[in-house]
């Protein structure tokens, strides 16, 4: 169980050692370390138990419910002609095991839990002496830190007084330094934690305090390595959301989609049980009508501290369009000027109130005899005001008590008008973004995508939230194939 963290953390230690150049004794104590991955050091107690658990053999990881079923044949069972490993059980005597029932209690912002060594003191020298050579790297670092953090006040001060007396050669010169300063500042406060265990174990269990760079940063890393962007950018690739809809998309935000559970039985079992009604939306699957009847629940996460204005755009690409016998796109949705930042609040959840006050949302209602519907929200990043930097982001979050979301932001606002329903139909995305947004292909922001087939279900969306009403409701099917021997069927073969 706590092979993976002894395993990172002797071999950050290692790299510290070896990055520092440490004393002698130091180094020695790193080349002892990594020889715990090969067992060299660990004391034999520990190593009698270790080789006893690696060693024991495994009768199936499936449950005895789920083993599969020797091929039979007839009456004849076909067994493979390896030799099988058979091992007699080990009795337990129930009056002296005791068993432990309990479950892992849930771990959260609201229900904390502090990092536990994954082996006591002393038990393993090599990796105390790890854990020792790590910490006394992250003093080193926040000591530079705080010295880098004495200079941007002193440059601050310097920088007040010469935009006072307005000299603007010296001011600008002194924002290059302070700028420079405040990366090196900031790249020192994450590597200052983030070879730190405990660090490390709180941004993994949902422990995030966004005003600290070091959980931000591991989080970021965790979205962009971890298989969740991968995820996101082969689905939208493999569906061809992108060149259909869009030219081309880099995310540079984490955006999650939320919906009710579907009315089936194992909702039903889930609310009897104490489950939650909601349920995360992978991107590429498949909805139901009724799930998305009511506008879903989005979820940015923002790896910026400062307060960054978006427009939230729901569209359809795949309406049919019997004109030019081809697909065109159906505007759902649309929000501009959305807040988000790491810090700010809300911080993750945008509210549904918020998102209904400009271009209302319409459920989607993919028409009958059509094939999948493919539904893309777009958090698209508005233009900056002047240029994202962190002396920008310091100077506007200088009086948080202040905060307003049109005046203290970096980016700028934009007078978007609403879509009336007419237009709703046929809207062209790409012209929006070379219109508003400057750029014709989104770079930062978030994408998210579903999709849905007809049911029985959208007469009823069409009556209660489609401008058309249920009477127009459009149904397909494919053209009738042509028969080229129609009229030869009703005449004689034979006379």
Known sequence: MFALPLRRTCHVARVIAVRRSVSVSALNYAEAIEATVLKEVVPPSVLGKIEAAATKPSTSTLPAKAKAPALTSGRRKFVSSRKRTTSTPTPVDPATTTVNTKRRPQISVDKPKNWNRPIAEGVLPAYDEALKLIMRDSEDLSKEARK?????DALEAQAEAEEAQGNTEKFNSILEELESLRK???????????????VRWTVNNAQLDPWNPAHLHLAEQRWRGQGALDLLMERIHQMHVVPDLLPGVHPSLD??????????????????SGGKSIVGV?????????????APGLWAHAWHSDVRLYTMVMLDPDVPNEETRSFTTYLHWMKPNIPVSAVAEPRAFISPSLLNSHTKYVPPHPQQ???????????????????????TEAKLFKDLAKHNAEQHTTSQWLDI????????????????????????VVVGGGVHMFRELWDETVSGVFEVSVAEGRENEEKYALPKKVDRYEDLKGVRKYI
């Open 282 to 294: 992978e991107p590429g699957s498949f909805l139901s009508p009724t799930q998305t009847a009511r």
């Open 417 to 440: 008008p609403v879509v009336p329903d007419s237009q709703r139909r046929g809207f062209n995305f790409r012209q929006f973004i070379r219109e508003w947004e400057n750029n014709a």
């Open 184 to 198: 090196k500042y900031h790249i020192l406060s994450v590597q200052s934690q983030i070879n730190m265990p405990s």
């Open 148 to 152: 880098v953090g004495k200079e941007i």
């Open 369 to 391: 005899g059509t094939p999948y519907h493919r539904y893309t929200i777009v958090l698209l990043p508005q233009p900056a005001k002047t240029v994202y930097s962190l002396n």
């Open 255 to 272: 955006l999650h989609v939320t919906v009710p559970y579907p009315l089936n039985k194992q909702f039903k079992r889930s609310m009897k």
